[in-house]
T-cell receptor, first 113, second 113 residues
Framework: DQQVKQNSPSLSVQEGRISILNCDYT??????FLWYKKYPAEGPTFLIS?????DKNEDGRFTVFLNKSAKHLSLHIVPSQPGDSAVYFC????????????FGQGTILTVHP | DSGVTQTPKHLITATGQRVTLRCSPR?????VYWYQQSLDQGLQFLIQ???????AKGNILERFSAQQFPDLHSELNLSSLELGDSALYFC????????????FGNGTRLTVT
């Protein structure tokens, strides 16, 4: 039972353009959604989050959008930079699975100079 | 630097053996989580501890066990190891609070031969 899905295993973008990473979830009781970035040989690092009571949260070049009716969230990176090349995971918390943190499978983003 | 320390970084052992992975959480974090990342897989939640007590369990095998000690460090014990247990094992910690992000260590790479 995979409650969080990232259906795109990889994404390739040109430097300076927008990167859009997507995540779908099934549990409408999730109350927070978080994005993490992971470089090779390192643990994931927290990037940005959004509460289910909001539909947008922005932090510099990173913006997360939440569409509760579609159970969909997306991470926009603009402008994309080569240093953004990493694996991105979305995570959902809350609902009846308190304490259990559900991660998507990850999307490999490659930003070409 | 996330403040989460995992040791050892690499571990090579034979099938049937037992190993212990250690994690020191970030100062002040009471919750510790363990995740497994196999090749080309996402982050699989194994188990969570909060202030010494088990809080939530994920897809953790019966051959695996964990505990959190009074000083809040945690250990993940893997026994009767199989080839399929080869993976990256991440520890993460967080403060208490809805939507609190996880802070990950850099993982222990376990190779079972």
């Amino acid at each position: 039972d995979q409650q969080v899905k990232q259906n795109s295993p990889s994404l390739s973008v040109q430097e300076g353009r927008i990167s859009i990473l997507n995540c779908d979830y099934t549990n409408s009781m999730f109350d927070y959604f978080l994005w993490y970035k992971k470089y090779p040989a390192e643990g994931p690092t927290f990037l940005i989050s959004i509460s289910s009571i909001k539909d947008k949260n922005e932090d510099g070049r990173f913006t997360v959008f939440l569409n509760k009716s579609a159970k969909h969230l997306s991470l926009h990176i603009v402008p994309s930079q080569p240093g953004d090349s990493a694996v991105y995971f979305c995570e959902s918390t809350g609902g009846t699975s308190y304490g259990k943190l559900t991660f998507g499978q990850g999307t490999i983003l490659t930003v070409h100079p | 630097d996330s403040g989460v320390t995992q040791t050892p970084k690499h571990l090579i052992t034979a099938t049937g053996q037992r190993v212990t992975l250690r994690c020191s959480p970030r100062s002040g974090d009471l919750s510790v989580y363990w995740y497994q990342q196999s090749l080309d897989q996402g982050l699989q939640f194994l188990i969570q501890y909060y202030n010494g007590e088990e809080r939530a369990k994920g897809n953790i095998l019966e051959r695996f066990s964990a505990q959190q000690f009074p000083d809040l460090h945690s250990e993940l014990n893997l026994s009767s190891l199989e080839l399929g247990d080869s993976a990256l094992y991440f520890c993460a910690s967080s403060v208490v609070g809805a939507g609190s992000p996880l802070h990950f260590g850099n993982g222990t790479r376990l190779t079972v031969t």
